[in-house]
Antibody, heavy 117, light 112 residues
Framework: EVQLKESGPGLVQPSQTLSLTCTVS????????VHWVRQPPGKGLEWMGV???????AYNLVLKSRLSISRDTSKSQVFLKMNSLQTEDTAIYYC???????????WGQGVMVTVSS | DIVLTQAPLSVSVTPGESASISCRSS???????????LYWYLQKPGKSPQLLIY???NLASGVPDRFSGSGSETDFTLKISKVETEDVGVYYC?????????FGSGTKLEIK
């Protein structure tokens, strides 16, 4: 069964660093790419970046200076780190997978991150 | 960045009737390989988004054939025939012709 599950702190202080983990099962990170997408409360979806199956990454330029995506294929995990968090980074953070023409057929349940002191 | 403009903002539909949602792109989404990189998702209340249509007109696995996608290089339509109460939620289009991947702002479907 294909699953993606995000984990991380629910509360982060302003100016601090957010670290999230996406743990996947039912497929291999060397066959599928994993993207991060976020959604501020009551708002739309924003693409953050991707860990390609080959190991390279790409980022949304508006976040690139603050964002880093990495992975550990042996643990089937993809990591997101974003620094200098501000209140506008409060959102649900999702990981989702991608295989050739099929973009985002499975999503994690999302993790709510609140940036507040 | 490619901007996707969805219309209407919201739509109210009687069960059994059809609904159409428009997505207009600021740039052609037709690639040099002849692929139209336009996707449709439904986000049901309190849930993660789910894929409905990929590459403009291909039905995702497990999605009822009441859903269909069509369009040209810049203008796209998601049609839902015989709307059911379970179709309630926000519909998003998305493009991945080029970075950054972008989403439309969403269309909320409600049941009358």
């Amino acid at each position: 069964e294909v699953q993606l599950k995000e984990s991380g702190p629910g509360l982060v202080q302003p100016s601090q660093t957010l670290s999230l983990t996406c743990t996947v099962s039912g497929f291999s990170l060397t066959d599928y790419s994993v993207h991060w997408v976020r959604q501020p409360p009551g708002k739309g979806l924003e693409w953050m970046g991707v860990m390609w199956s080959g190991g390279s990454t790409a980022y949304n330029l508006v976040l690139k200076s603050r964002l880093s995506i990495s992975r550990d294929t042996s643990k089937s995990q993809v990591f997101l780190k974003m620094n200098s968090l501000q209140t506008e980074d409060t959102a649900i953070y999702y990981c989702t997978r991608h295989y050739y023409s099929v973009l985002f057929d499975y999503w994690g349940q999302g993790v709510m991150v609140t940036v507040s002191s | 960045d490619i901007v996707l403009t969805q219309a209407p903002l919201s739509v109210s539909v009687t069960p059994g009737e059809s609904a159409s949602i428009s997505c207009r792109s600021s740039k052609s989404l037709l690639s040099s390989k002849g692929i139209t990189s336009l996707y449709w998702y439904l986000q049901k209340p309190g849930k993660s988004p789910q894929l409905l249509i990929y590459r403009m007109s291909n039905l995702a696995s497990g999605v009822p054939d009441r859903f269909s996608g069509s369009g040209s290089e810049t203008d796209f339509t998601l049609k839902i025939s015989k709307v059911e109460t379970e179709d309630v939620g926000v519909y998003y289009c998305a493009q991945f012709l080029e970075y950054p991947l972008t989403f439309g702002s969403g269309t909320k479907l409600e049941i009358k």
